[in-house]
């Protein structure tokens, strides 16, 4: 796997921009994969650009629960 050199967005930028932006190119046509991993706390995603055929993660953490709900009955 070749690396190429981040062009465009940091990862703050990338944050900032919802995750929606190949951060090599700029360009939105981006997918990730079906499969979404977790471990403790933390998962991610596979990435990748259709425009630059560049790949990345997303990560996420955990940032809290909610429930389901008996107040939605
Ligand atoms: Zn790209």
Redesign the pocket.
Known sequence: MSRKRLCCLDSKEYVEKGGLR??????S??EGDLIVETDVGIAWQNMS??????EWRDEYTLTGYSTFGEDDE
Do not use: V
Request: charged share 20%; with cysteine.
């Open positions: 190949c951060p090599y190119c700029n360009r046509d981006i650009c259709i425009d630059c055929n560049a």
